[in-house]
């Protein structure tokens, strides 16, 4: 069926493009919810006459997507997941998972404009996630992904580390106070009597 967007659809077009979508597609999803309008001389005349308007749109969304191309190709992002002893993830990574971990970063990106293949990523490591932006324009976002176990132990250690840190760190302070209590004593002054200080009696 051919038909006239309204907005943007991934993968199919823009808004104001002229397609043809599956008879399906556009009965049940394109028509119904506004995506798109039928294609006949009216409704092209309407579109035409909004030409103006939606380039100004088109050009709006173009600068957004240059500036979030610019933050998402500076991003690093870290996903902890369940992995056995070899790195071996218990299932895999997906796209939803890294639209999440991406919202975290106060970024929103719909859900099929990123490319995570369910056999993408199957192992412990760093992977470089594409993500489409607009036309023709995608940004690449490092993915960090560690094992929940090895996370914890890390954390575990760290804990340990800073607990004997401090507790050192305590007798160390004990240490010097009582050393620091020990050359006071020493060196307290003595008062000393003279001559001049004792009384004469006759």
């Known amino acids: ?7 943007d ?9 002229v397609v043809v979508a599956k008879d399906g597609y556009a009965r049940n999803y394109l028509l119904p919810s506004g995506s798109a309008i039928k294609f006949n001389k009216t409704n092209m005349a309407i579109v035409k006459s909004r030409n103006t308007s939606i380039e100004l749109r088109k050009e709006e969304k173009r ?24 790195g ?4 895999s990574v997906t796209s939803l998972m890294v639209q999440d971990a991406l919202a975290k970063e106060g970024i929103e990106i719909e859900r099929k404009k990123i490319e995570v293949s369910s056999q993408m990523v199957k192992m412990v490591g760093t992977y470089s996630i594409r993500i489409h932006l607009y036309e023709s324009d995608f940004a690449t976002v490092k993915l960090n992904v560690e094992s929940e176990a090895i996370v914890k132990l890390k954390e575990m250690e760290a804990k340990k580390a800073a607990e004997a840190a401090a507790k050192e760190a305590a007798i160390s302070d004990r240490a010097t106070a009582r050393a620091a209590a020990e ?4 060196v307290a002054p003595v008062e000393e009597v003279t001559e001049e200080s004792t009384p004469v009696t006759e």
């Open 1 to 7: 069926m051919k038909v006239i967007l309204t907005q």
């Open 88 to 91: 071996k993830l218990f299932g």
């Open 63 to 86: 600068k957004s997507s240059a500036t979030l191309a610019e933050r998402l190709n500076d991003l690093e992002l870290t996903l902890i997941v369940s992995a056995g002893d070899s």
């Open 183 to 186: 050359t006071a004593a020493k």
């Open 9 to 17: 659809v991934i993968n199919l077009g823009e808004e104001g493009d």
